[in-house]
């Protein structure tokens, strides 16, 4: 959210060509400098806490899409048709 590095009408337009285009995706955006991520040479701006709480969404994700079998996907062949409205 307070990533210099890509202003707020870049994220937007990034957002909403995702949506246009009916893209299946997630959006966080967290109160945060660009880099906090990055435990070196991040120039005072790395985060642990916040840091912690992105490996822990990003496993999540892995485990979901990668580990686990959920059947198909929704809107796929055999699979639960996709909610109106829903990402």
Do not use: M
């Not at 210099?4 to 337009?13: S, V």
């Not at 949506?19 to 660009?34: G, M, N, R």
């Not at 496993?59 to 796929?76: M, Q, V, W, Y």
């Amino acid at each position: 959210k307070y990533d210099n590095h890509i202003p707020r009408a870049g994220r937007q337009l990034i957002y909403q060509t995702l949506a246009e285009k009916d893209v299946d995706f997630s959006w966080i955006e967290l109160p945060a400098q660009h880099a906090f991520i990055r435990d070196e040479s991040s120039k005072g701006r790395y985060d642990p806490p916040l840091a912690k709480v992105c490996f822990e969404l990003l496993l999540e994700l892995f485990h979901r899409k990668l580990d686990l079998d959920l059947g198909p996907r929704a809107g796929s062949a055999g699979g639960p048709p996709k909610e109106e409205g829903k990402l």
